[in-house]
C-alpha cells in the first residue's frame, strides 16, 4: 500500500460519508464505494459511485486496492469487526484515515484501519487500537489506551490515563474522568460522566454514570 493506492469504502451509510469526506479533504484516490444493500447500487456520496456488493473487492488484488471501513455504529456491535475481519483475513490492508484538521500529540500510535474525525484531538503518548473511530470533535487527553473496535462517539470527553477495552462504545458528549478503566463491549450513554471503573459487557448512563 501506498498513499496513491487507491482506496474502496466498505459501506455507503452516514459514517462512509464522514469518512469519504476525509479522504477528499486528503487528497485520497477514492474509487468507489460497495455495500451489500442492493438499494444503494448506482448511487453516489460526495460525488462517489457505490458500485455494488462487497463481492466487487474480491476482483482487485491485494496489492492493487486498499481498503477503508465505512461501518459506523451507535451501539455496541459486532458487524464492524467482522466486516475488517473478514477481508484481512484474506490479506486485504486498510489505511487509518486521519482528518487534516485533527490534532495528534507526540508518541501516539495510531493502529491500523483506525478513523480519527474532523476536530478531534489526540493528547501525547495514546494508543489508538485497530479499527477504532474517534469521531467528530472527540478529545481524548495524555496516556489514554484505547482497545480495538471501539466507537469514541462525536464529541465525547476522556481525561488523561484512561483505558478503554475492546469492542466499547462512548457514546455522544459522554465524559470519562481521568485513571478510568472501562471494560470491553462496555456502552457508555450519551451525556453522561463516567467517574469510576466499569466492568466488561456493562451498560451505563446519566451523571455520574449509572448500571441500566
Known amino acids: 500500500m501506498t498513499d ?25 484516490p477514492v474509487m468507489g464505494i460497495t ?13 462517489v459511485s457505490v458500485l455494488g456488493d462487497d463481492e466487487l473487492v474480491f476482483e482487485h488484488t491485494t496489492e492493487s486496492v486498499v481498503l477503508v471501513n465505512g461501518v459506523g455504529s451507535t451501539d455496541i456491535s459486532s458487524h464492524r469487526k467482522n466486516i475488517y ?39 501525547p503518548g495514546c494508543r489508538i487500537g485497530a479499527n477504532t473511530i474517534i469521531n467528530t ?27 478503554v477495552g475492546e469492542g466499547s462504545h462512548i457514546g455522544a458528549g459522554a465524559t470519562v474522568i481521568q485513571n478510568v478503566v472501562i471494560g470491553s463491549k462496555v456502552l457508555v450513554g450519551a451525556g453522561a460522566t463516567v467517574i469510576s471503573d466499569i466492568p466488561d459487557e456493562s451498560r451505563v448512563a446519566g451523571t455520574p454514570a449509572q448500571f441500566i
Not at 4 to 28: E, F, M, S
Not at 35 to 47: F, N, V, Y
Not at 137 to 155: F, L
Open 85 to 123: 475481519q473478514r477481508f484481512l483475513d484474506a490479506g486485504y490492508s486498510f489505511r487509518p484515515v486521519v482528518h487534516p484538521s485533527a490534532v495528534i500529540g507526540r508518541e501516539t500510535e495510531i493502529s491500523d484501519s483506525v478513523q480519527v474525525m474532523a476536530g478531534v484531538v489526540i493528547q
Open 4 to 28: 496513491t493506492t487507491p482506496v474502496n469504502v466498505l459501506g455507503a451509510g452516514g459514517h462512509a460519508k464522514v469518512v469519504i469526506n476525509a479522504l477528499l479533504a486528503l487528497g485520497v
Open 35 to 47: 455495500d451489500p444493500d442492493p438499494e444503494t447500487h448506482g448511487s453516489k456520496i460526495l460525488g
Open 137 to 163: 470533535r472527540a478529545s481524548i487527553d495524555h496516556d489514554c489506551v484505547i482497545g480495538a473496535h471501539t466507537h469514541i462517539a462525536p464529541g465525547a470527553v476522556l481525561g488523561g490515563g484512561i483505558t
